[in-house]
């Protein structure tokens, strides 16, 4: 690995084609979960290790090279930031290059404030991990892989004041079925959807991520 003028690690044409990127959800619980971590998603591609979200219980073992969020407001920052720091990291809302790999912040719609999703796109497809808004994201259109809010179930988690919230699960599904989405696994999930499931409801489309599993 070799790190350019522009300061972006790189890796060798020849070693870049052979990498390939592996996505482990590490927690699937919305703010409080009384049954699940933080959401969280663990990206490992050639050497290098990056955390998205994440928070107490939901924090991978080994070394990282960045810790990104996705609202820098959130409140687990606390908490993140005190885990981040023992590995020399700051979490931030920014954008992670190596060789083919492509992790870009890309805006959602959900609070008052800026908050985000990631778009990432390797040589074997499209990944996008948004785990909370309240408009489907246009961007997320064709991804392979979707991580996605599941908040609410069949109506959506408005904030005081209209300043945003939740899309509902049901209301997910359908939009991501419209977008081509190949795989949509929910990996933000609320009350209101556990108690659906708990009395056997199901996804129209897309599945429940489980914690620990590698896709």
């Not at 290790?49 to 939901?58: L, N, Q, T, W």
């Not at 930031?81 to 912040?105: I, M, N, Q, S």
């Not at 890309?106 to 074997?124: D, Q």
């Amino acid at each position: 690995m070799q790190t350019g003028v522009d300061g972006r690690q790189r890796l060798s044409p020849r070693r870049d084609r052979a990498a390939a990127l592996r996505v482990t959800l590490l927690g699937i619980g919305a703010m409080a979960s009384p049954r699940y971590r933080p959401a969280g998603l663990l990206l490992e591609y050639a050497k290098a290790r990056v955390m998205i979200d994440g928070g107490p219980g939901a924090v991978p073992t080994g070394r990282l090279d960045a810790w990104l969020v996705t609202d820098e407001k959130c409140e687990l920052m606390p908490a993140i930031r005190r885990l981040a720091r023992p590995r020399g990291l700051e979490p931030a809302v920014r954008r992670f290059d190596l060789g083919k790999l492509h992790v870009t912040p890309r805006a959602v719609v959900h609070t008052s404030h800026p908050a985000f999703g990631y778009l990432i796109h390797s040589p074997r497809g499209m990944v996008v991990w948004a785990p909370e808004f309240y408009r489907f994201p246009r961007w997320a259109r064709g991804a392979d892989l979707m991580f996605a809010e599941a908040a609410g179930w069949s109506r959506p988690i408005r904030f005081a004041r209209g300043v945003g919230g939740h899309e509902a699960a049901l209301d997910v599904a359908a939009a991501a079925l419209r977008a081509g989405v190949g795989r949509l696994v929910f990996a933000h999930v609320g009350r209101p959807t556990l108690r659906a499931l708990d009395r056997g409801e199901s996804f129209p489309f897309g599945e429940l991520g489980k914690e620990g599993r590698r896709y």
